[in-house]
Structure formats: structure tokens, C-alpha cells
């Protein structure tokens, strides 16, 4: 029985495309691949359901009262842009590792939080 439990979770983990955290809670995704990437927009699909488009950009939050760009400083990436005092939005060079990026920024102590800069789908109300 720890065999078949052993080996559930080791192919759940394997077959898990990418992942993002977004309010403090993992959002697995995948590359839809019937789309083709158009003006440098790939498109996932969010374990929800939601479609979303993605470029080659991550926004993160610096926590409060501290500068991150010392964080930022070990990143290789094409720019660097203050959205507010506390919002950065960053480009990076390989968007096939934009997920493990956000992730590692993610686990930085100075950032609250970092993620894709996803585009969405609007939906009527």
C-alpha cells in the first residue's frame, strides 16, 4: 500500500505543468497547447478553468517599509520599473522560467509576494 501511495505522489508531481502562488495559495497551471504564442503572449489554463495570457513580466510587492531591490540584485533581468513605492515590475530574459523566478521571489524575506504579470480574460457581469 506505501508503494502505490509512494508512487501516486511522485507521479503527481512529475505530471504537474508549472505553478504560481497568488494570495498565499499554489495555482497549478498549463501551457494550452492547441494556442500559439502571438505577440510574445503564451496562454495557460489555471487549475480553475481561467485562461490567461503571459508575457515575459513578474510583478512583486516589497514588504512593508523595505527596499528589495537588493533581492533583485542576483537576477539577471531586462528591466527593473517602480509601479508604486512597494510595486515592482520586472522583465525577464527566458520566459520558460518565469514560474521558477516568481517562485524563488516568492520565497525571498524582503518580498510579500511575486507572480507573472498574467493577462486575464475579462468576463461580462
Known amino acids: ?3 502505490i501511495w509512494f508512487i501516486m ?3 503527481g508531481i512529475l505530471s504537474s505543468e508549472e505553478f504560481y502562488y497568488e494570495y498565499g495559495k499554489r495555482v ?4 494550452i497547447s492547441e494556442t500559439r504564442a502571438v505577440n ?6 489555471s487549475s480553475t478553468g481561467q485562461k490567461m495570457g503571459l508575457r515575459d513580466e513578474i510583478i512583486l510587492k516589497c ?6 531591490r537588493d533581492s533583485l ?5 531586462l528591466s527593473i520599473k517602480n509601479l508604486s513605492d512597494s510595486l515592482i515590475l520586472v522583465r525577464v530574459r527566458d520566459t ?3 514560474f521558477k523566478i516568481s517562485q ?3 520565497n525571498e524575506d524582503n518580498i510579500e509576494f511575486a507572480m507573472p504579470n498574467f493577462i486575464k480574460e475579462r468576463r461580462a457581469r
Request: charged share 30%; net charge positive.
Open 73 to 77: 540584485s542576483k537576477y539577471k533581468f
Open 40 to 45: 510574445g503572449v503564451s496562454y495557460y489554463k
Open 63 to 68: 514588504k512593508s517599509g523595505v527596499e528589495c
Open 104 to 106: 524563488e521571489l516568492y
Open 96 to 98: 520558460k522560467s518565469i
Open 9 to 11: 505522489a511522485v507521479s
Open 1 to 3: 500500500m506505501r508503494k
Open 28 to 31: 497549478d497551471i498549463s501551457l
